[in-house]
């Protein structure tokens, strides 16, 4: 059986598996993508001086905005229904205009200039908090230029978390000591002209004006020198800043770059639309701007046609080869279900059995025109931030192209296991981890599991290497919980090898329950399995399962997608409309096999619905499951108390 990972010799400890590495690095790790690249700034001049004259970011812009009224049907109380006109804001843009990768150096090296003008100096901190664009990639790379730290935050993040950032990264102690705004777009000139009377305020025109009337020489950095402090979406608490140095993001490019060599040829094109200050996002486009790929922005309102008018959508407009995230697509029509059904199942056994090339009549048939959804062109796409089901990731192979699984974390730059395109029937597996890091697991034993199990050794997965966060940004107690001394990421993911020497998460360390009969609860299988009901039931837009170590059974809160139902709490509070989600629940719990006290005794419909913006979502869009069960606390108190009987079988 061909190994995608090799142990170290002689590691393994009485708590601690054997150290593996990838396949490509078993004697040394990848540090960078290549000789003389060490830092951001190298990757822009490279990029710069190898693909000058080729397309690099490309962007569109706005050409009208368009107001439609809809007629929307509200559900009232006392099982009513009212109708009502909503208007509906979209978009017409222009094709994509592009900058190349000279044109990118060059206005880099002026908005760096115009950086300095303004009062910035080597070392000194800068946030961008912008959706992802051109503009947001080309303010990281001038950063570089003066070896400035640019600090991250989620245009999601709302006022509450931007102010925590820029406080702690002293931008701003509630703003008073910010001196600078510069802003992209199209400004309100009322907001301007408040703005003015506080801070000086700047288009990036006049940022670009600036630099070139007082060009500044560069000052490279150096690989320790800090790129940037990107505040996590954290679940338990404030948003915390993991410290990246150049030399961090760099290692992280070159075990990317080495794994996708034998993918990319450098002449595609890949839609960039997650988030920048997500640092997903960030290493794939660094990945590729070294790469000489084309980027072109597209925005998660915008995607699609229906999402715009007068135009194509930003992923059939574009029509790209690679993508970081899972587009949606639409599914046939009931009338040709049958016929869809028996060619997907023949073509996920063609494929499971190494003869996906003969598929070819399949895709001319029935699944081109979903191809042609996401343009027609797409070779690849890679999943990571969040787990990817098994169902969604057989659909996309199967219908439209190929969809690797990913898996990393802030803390070590994004990318610790990239999924082998070749081995994308293996649903749900990872791969080794990849060159630029080495990984063992540590036994949990609370949890029962143990680097010595067989045939898979399971435990908490730890990694060391290049990519490895300096640590949480003044924030020390923090940083030693989760490195060791010796330089080991503890991740708090609880993951197992398979025999090829890939990985596979199974579950998270801090999920577990110990409920009053005795009986252990994972949240993680829970939330896994029910995080993806709306693929099944459409009425289910969010849940968070909860358990209580003084009770004995699970109970769900659930968002109804329907916002009519959500309006009205008195739909929500009903006991008939509660027991049909349960029954739901306990079907799917009985259709995957869970132990009767995994199965949810009591469900609460909230009428509220989880945002970022009130705190039940992060920026990311996880749960913030803390702060749902403080808001719930009273009716999760009153479900408790009705103590329902646990089942002894589903």
Known sequence: MPQRSVEVPNTATATSGAIRRSILSPKELTARPAEGINTVYDILVSSGKKYANKDALGARRIVDTIKEQKEV??????????????????????????????????????????????????????????????????????????????????????????????????????????????????????????????????????????????????????????????????????????????????????????????????????????????????????????????????????????????????????????????????????????????????????????????????????????????????????????????????????????????????????????????????????????????AKLVDVPEMGYSSKNLPKPQGELWVRGGSVMKGYYKQPALTKEALTDDGWLMTGDIAEWNEDGTLQIIDRKKNLVKLANGEYVLFNPLTLTFEFLPLTFPFVQNICVHADSEKSYCVALIVPVEAQIRAVPEICARKEVRDKVLASLKDVAKSVGFKPAEVVGQVHLCHEEWTPQNGLLTAAMKLQRKQIVTKHKKELASYMEANPRVPTHI
């Open 73 to 438: 049907t509200k559900k009232i109380p006392g099982g009513g229904e009212v109708k009502e006109m909503k208007t509906w804001t979209y978009f017409e843009l222009s094709p994509y205009s592009w900058m190349t990768f000279g044109e990118v150096k060059s206005l880099a090296l002026t908005y760096g200039s115009g950086l300095r003008a303004l009062g910035l100096n080597p070392t000194d901190k800068m946030t961008v908090y912008a959706e992802t664009s051109r503009d947001w990639m080309l303010m990281a790379l001038s950063a570089s230029t003066q070896n400035l730290t640019i600090t991250t935050a989620y245009a999601t993040l709302g006022e509450e978390g931007l102010l925590y950032s820029l406080q702690e990264c002293e931008i701003a102690k509630s703003c008073p000591l910010v001196k600078n705004v510069i802003y992209n777009g199209a400004g309100d000139a009322a907001v301007l002209e408040s703005l003015a009377t506080q801070v000086k305020v700047l288009s990036l025109d006049e940022l670009k004006a600036l630099g070139e009337a007082t060009p500044f020489e560069p000052v490279p950095p150096t690989a320790e020198d800090l790129a940037c402090i990107m505040y996590t979406s954290g679940s338990t608490g404030p948003p915390k800043g993991v410290m990246l140095t150049h030399g961090n993001i760099v290692a992280t490019v070159g075990g990317a770059y080495t794994f996708l060599k034998p993918y990319i040829n450098g002449d595609e094109v890949i839609l960039a639309f997650l988030p920048l200050a997500h640092i997903l996002e960030m290493a794939v486009e660094m990945t590729f701007i070294f790469f000489g790929v084309s980027i072109g922005y597209g925005g998660v309102k915008t995607l699609t046609d229906s999402s715009v008018r007068n135009c194509k959508g930003d992923i059939r407009e574009l029509r790209p080869h690679l993508l970081a995230g899972v587009p949606q697509i639409q599914a046939s029509p009931p009338t040709v279900q049958k016929l869809f059904n028996t060619a997907y199942n023949l073509k996920w056994w063609l494929m499971s059995n190494g003869m996906g090339a003969l598929a070819g009549p399949l895709d001319a048939l029935i699944f081109n025109k979903i191809k042609d959804q996401v343009g027609g062109r797409l070779k690849l796409a890679l999943s990571g931030g969040a787990p990817l089901p098994k169902s969604t990731q057989q659909f996309m192979n199967i219908t439209s192209t190929t969809l690797v699984n990913g898996y990393g974390m802030t803390e070590c730059s994004a990318v610790m296991s990239i999924q082998e395109p070749t081995m994308v029937t293996k649903l749900g597996i990872l791969n080794g981890p990849t060159s630029a890091l080495e």
